[in-house]
């Protein structure tokens, strides 16, 4: 058919793109623009907000139950993480003292510009528009929107909870990993220590920097946490550092599952939630470190992918906006040859829902499909044999890792990574 015929000619799907992109995120705008009039502007900003206020009031960071005993993360104004992030959401609470609605918008501004600036950081570091022609040049924008229009950020962006600071942080992590030298190293510890004060999880990347050798990064990770700790402990108090050990180890299982998806909860009405966590765990961990030292599949940017997507599996506390930080295993996914059916279907399956119209059968929509997409895209990472298409620099690459003979698959593939040299010209 003539129509469809002209679906491979470029200008065609770059029109036919744009016209889908400008369709889905007009329909996101309106969709948060609806949802800041709802309960759900700012909930989990709430928490850091009230915190804050406490740390400046001089009261205790974390409420009596939390220390007493067994207690569920659900529940609005509830802090449940390290002490430098409420210290860190000071100031918003001194300007913004009435209203945490009010100093959401600023967090989210700041989400937004995070979300884009790493999106974009990804595509130039990796490459894609070379790879990728639909992505080249301005292409670049269909990557942004694409990760605009990802449901998981949108309620990210609503509810305002701290995923695209560790998108942005993890991201950071990369790009030091790619530059392959000292400084990137540091680079990339810092960043994830960053992360890991802010929520815990992050912190699996260290099993990763250990694994694949990159002690500067590793040591990076511990300096970051410490630094930041010490930064803030004027404002946090000794006894929020003290506490913080009880908060962690007194959290149990959520009350409501409904929008629960992490896989502990999946497995702990088999085996009981204790039982599930370690298991699941044990298996996160694992995973991580058999992709992370089995070199002659893994090159770093897809191992890397699975531990940060491993990282938040892993957490017992999971919900659907969590899946932002996701944006990047799905991205280092296209970078590395992950085949596309594997990625777009991991995409659409985390799309998700609320969908009260199914009525008892909403979870499937709700928690079942994007569990699944994650999953799926964690699978995808493993089992994905495809090498990405090699650009003309990337295949003088091949020939000079042949000249010199380098037969280890990671040290090529870090050749490949580096940055090439101005003195040879791409092809075009």
Avoid: C
Avoid at 12 to 25: E, H
Avoid at 126 to 147: D, H, I, S, T, Y
Avoid at 285 to 293: I, P, Q
């Amino acid at each position: 058919m003539y129509g469809v015929r002209l679906l491979r000619q470029r200008p065609v799907q770059v029109a036919a793109l744009a016209v889908v992109a400008f369709l889905v995120l007009a329909f996101r705008a309106l969709q948060f623009a609806l949802l800041t009039r709802e309960i759900q502007w700012g909930y989990d900003f709430s928490a850091y907000w009230s915190a804050a206020k406490r740390l400046l009031d001089g009261l205790p960071l974390y409420d009596a139950h939390q220390l007493a005993g067994p207690y569920s993360p659900q529940a609005q104004f509830l802090y449940l993480y390290p002490p430098p992030l409420a210290a860190l959401v000071t100031p918003l609470a001194a300007v913004f003292p009435e209203d945490y609605r009010a100093a959401a918008w600023i967090w989210t501004a700041l989400g937004a510009l995070i979300l884009a600036a790493s999106v974009l950081a990804l595509w130039r570091v990796e490459r894609l528009g070379e790879r990728f022609p639909l992505l080249a040049g301005r292409g670049r924008w269909f990557l942004v929107a694409a990760a605009f229009a990802f449901p998981p950020v949108v309620g990210e962006l609503v509810i305002g909870n701290v995923h695209l600071l560790l998108l942005g942080l993890l991201t950071l992590a990369w790009v030091g990993v790619r530059r392959g030298d000292a400084r990137g190293e540091w680079v990339a510890g810092l960043a994830v220590g960053a992360a890991a004060t802010i929520k815990v999880f992050p912190g699996l990347l260290l099993l990763w920097f250990l694994l694949t050798g990159r002690y500067r990064a590793a040591a990076g990770v511990v300096v970051a946490a410490v630094a930041l700790g010490l930064v803030t402990l004027p404002i946090t108090g000794i006894d929020a550092w003290l506490q913080y050990p009880t908060v962690l180890a007194n959290l149990s299982a959520p009350v409501d599952t409904r929008d629960t998806l992490a896989p502990t909860v999946w497995l702990a009405q088999l085996v009981g939630f204790t039982p599930a966590r370690v298991l699941v765990t044990v298996a996160g961990l694992a995973l991580v470190a058999w992709t992370a030292m089995t070199r002659a599949t893994y090159g770093p940017a897809r191992s890397f992918a699975i531990a940060v997507v491993a990282s938040v599996l892993i957490a017992p506390a999971l919900y659907h906006h969590y899946l932002a930080l996701l944006v990047l295993p799905l991205l280092l996914g296209l970078s590395s040859g992950v085949a596309l059916p594997w990625l777009a279907v991991a995409y659409l399956l985390m799309w998700g829902g609320e969908q009260a119209a199914l009525g008892d059968a909403s979870w499937i929509v709700n928690r079942l499909l994007p569990t699944a997409g994650a999953l799926t895209l964690l699978a995808g990472l493993v089992a994905s044999r495809a090498a990405p298409a090699a650009s003309g620099g990337e295949r003088l690459r091949e020939v000079e890792d042949r000249e010199h003979g380098e037969q280890d698959p990671e040290q090529a593939e870090e050749r490949r990574l580096e940055p090439r040299s101005t003195s040879v010209r791409e092809n075009p």
